[in-house]
């Protein structure tokens, strides 16, 4: 297998599995009800694209989805920002999730570092969800008001979610190892009405006391009216610690017939966060029905989901995997949530967890498959991963070594499907195809109903370079719109700015002519570590609050072959020097303001940061020299306020950059 090496074949599917795949029964679904025929995936996926609306209506019909009004027409208008799908039709993600009954059945799977196991059924879900949503009625909670979580990956954030959804409120989470500054900045701007929330949570073999972040919360979100705290850390002396609480076990103590209410397709679900180089964390809304469209078209036909499927991610209440962990439960499948540290107290955590559930399917970041391979670990020798059937991996580019690690010491005969797509859509542009082989280093082929190319400056397509990852028609779980942008110049300048009426997504791809892709990390200045997206803003508005501090600059080094390194740049008042003790108090107040994700790997003293003429730092220019471009390509001294600023970052591209990518 060493002798392998990139775009070679390192695993095929058997005839018997493709013609058991989820893609296999879609493709002969179409054609017996459709009179439609391809003679293979890329013929498949092009019908996809130039005919959306019967590509669509298909997925509707082929995953049953359940409305209480049937649509209009598939697509009114194609326009991008403003495309509208569906019109007409009324539905409900959570009827969606829980009108089917799966008597006997595990819903959710639940393990911590502190909670060996804890099973809910499907009628205990069911049940539970119909409870805190009576709750939440008589609280005064009605369709369209926020409900916030700060929360884990825990049973009561699923059940509290699902709980939201089914009355149309819509549904907004943080992860607790967010520090209190970043969630504020978060749910500030969308007027949550309820937060849900904990004392605290287990990381890494330690506890973590977030009730003062609890109690922030409710003094700085002033629409709140009602705070549910979940006992996690602490079971007793809670109303000791918090004022104003309701406990978590009040709102099960009526039960209730679980109800839903009907909602438009466009009706907001939930409320993503993803940032830009600016100002403050974009809102993106998402609505009900093109999350479940999208969500189902993921997962069974690119992910291959049944409802005999147990399905593990590895993520965060902040992260939009746990998003996409829920539909799961679409699936009528059985969704494992894990809590804690993967590599507590070792890394093998996971995989014992995926031995104990009999997990079928294991999603996971790529750096932690780099991480185990770094480490020496080796599954196959240890854990019985009988049931496992597929490894699905994203959040930043998997390495050619990590391919065959995974065949070598996970499993011979197993699917790994690497993906990239974004919190913007939340899903997948590029991922897994069931029915084709898998080569080292690239990704099987573009998503099914997303027109995905490759672009140059000018807006030409590529094919077999390198380019900006372009979506040049809409998808139904594209934003509806980022909260509080009354007239979408936000959402506008987002994606659309570049290529009038195409979405720029700010990821290098190149798409070779069998259709098979790379990612090679972010083209603009977004930070991405282990697939969680932070912008570049709410690092400086932590690092450039502290007194010794000026201003400073962030370079996430994130590509494909490099693996990941955070560099922070700073300018100190002049009385101060870059020491130990300045860096160890730098890296605390971004781990408690920020999250300990986004804490620097390196943190370097600067004279000046580079700036436009219009005093603009220059992060996208920096970041494409430290990443080893040429210099004459990626900066122009002569649009520059400082350009003797340069001089410093010249020199460490050089030492950072032994070859070049680009």
């Known amino acids: 297998m060493k002798s392998l090496t990139e775009g070679q074949i390192i695993w095929e599917p058997t005839q018997k599995r493709i013609e058991q795949t989820g893609l296999t029964h879609y493709a002969n679904w179409l054609k017996e009800k459709k009179g439609l025929e391809f003679q293979d995936y890329q013929q498949l996926w092009k019908w996809s694209v130039d005919e959306l609306e019967e590509f669509w209506a298909s997925v509707w019909e082929f995953c049953e989805v359940i409305a209480t009004r049937p649509y209009d027409r598939v697509l009114a208008d194609q326009t991008m920002p403003g495309a509208r799908w569906f019109e007409g039709s009324r539905l409900n993600y959570a009827e969606n999730a829980l009108s089917k009954e799966q008597e006997g059945k595990t819903a959710i799977f639940f393990r911590s570092e502190h909670i060996v196991n804890q099973e809910i059924s499907w009628k205990a879900l069911k049940e539970k969800v119909a409870s805190v949503s009576h709750s939440l009625r008589k609280l005064g909670v009605k369709s369209g008001d926020r409900v916030v979580a700060y929360m884990p990956n825990i049973p009561e954030t699923v059940i509290a979610f699902l709980a939201t959804a089914s009355i149309g409120a819509i549904w907004s989470s943080c992860s607790p190892d967010f520090g209190a500054k970043s969630v504020i900045d978060r749910f500030k701007q969308i007027e949550p009405v309820v937060l849900f ?396 303001h920020v999250s300990p994700r986004f804490i620097p790997d390196e943190i370097y003293l600067v004279n000046q940061i580079p700036k436009t003429l219009n005093g603009k730092k220059m992060e996208v220019p920096i970041r494409k020299l430290l990443l080893g471009f040429e210099f004459d390509k990626v900066v122009n001294p002569d649009s520059m306020s400082n350009p003797e600023s340069l001089s410093f970052f010249k020199q460490l591209a050089i030492e950072l950059n032994e070859e070049r990518i680009f």
């Open 197 to 592: 929330a904990v004392d605290g949570y287990h990381y890494n073999g330690k506890s973590f006391d977030k009730t003062s972040v609890v109690a922030q919360l409710q003094k700085e979100l002033i629409t709140v009216k009602h705070t549910v705290l979940v006992p996690y850390i602490d079971k007793e002396n809670l109303e000791q610690k918090i004022e104003n609480i309701i406990p978590w076990k009040t709102l099960l103590i009526e039960s209730s017939e679980l109800s839903f209410e009907s909602v438009a397709f466009d009706h907001p679900l939930w409320i993503l966060y993803s940032s830009g180089t600016t100002g403050m964390p974009k809102p993106i809304v998402q609505g009900h029905g093109g999350i479940i469209l999208e969500h189902l078209k993921a997962t069974r036909l690119h992910q291959d989901m049944t409802s005999e499927d147990t399905v593990f991610w590895f993520t965060t209440t902040g992260w939009m995997m746990w998003n996409l962990l829920m539909a799961g439960l679409l699936n009528r499948a059985t969704i494992v949530l894990y809590d804690g540290s993967p590599s507590y107290p070792d890394m093998d955590t996971l995989w014992k967890l995926a031995e104990d559930a009999g997990v079928t399917s294991f999603g996971t970041s790529a750096p932690f498959l780099t991480s185990s391979m770094k480490l020496g670990i080796k599954p196959i020798e240890t854990y019985d991963l009988s049931k496992l059937k597929s490894l699905f991996s994203t959040g930043a580019p998997l390495s050619s070594d990590a391919y065959k690690w995974v065949y070598e010491h996970v499993k011979k005969d197993i699917w790994l499907s690497s993906s990239s797509g974004g919190t913007d859509v939340c899903s997948g542009f590029v991922g897994g195809v069931s029915i084709l082989p898998v080569r080292i280093g690239e990704i099987q082929g573009r998503s099914l109903g997303v027109h995905v190319e490759a672009f140059d400056e000018q807006g030409n397509s590529l094919v077999n370079d390198v380019g900006e990852l372009v979506i040049t028609k809409p998808m139904p779980s594209m934003p509806l719109y980022f909260w509080n942008d009354h007239d979408g110049a936000r959402y506008f300048d987002s994606y659309f700015d570049t290529y009038p009426g195409i979405w720029k997504h700010g990821d290098w791809i190149k798409i070779d002519d069998r259709g098979s892709c790379i990612i090679y990390g972010r083209s603009d200045s977004t930070i991405n570590r282990s697939g969680v997206r932070m912008g570049t803003s709410d690092i400086y508005r932590v690092v450039e609050a502290m007194d010794e501090v000026m201003e400073s600059l962030v370079i996430d080094r994130e590509v494909l072959g490099r693996g990941s390194s955070l560099l922070l740049f700073v300018v100190l008042k002049r009385e101060n020097t870059l020491d130990s003790n300045l860096m160890t108090k730098i890296k605390n107040e971004i781990r408690e």
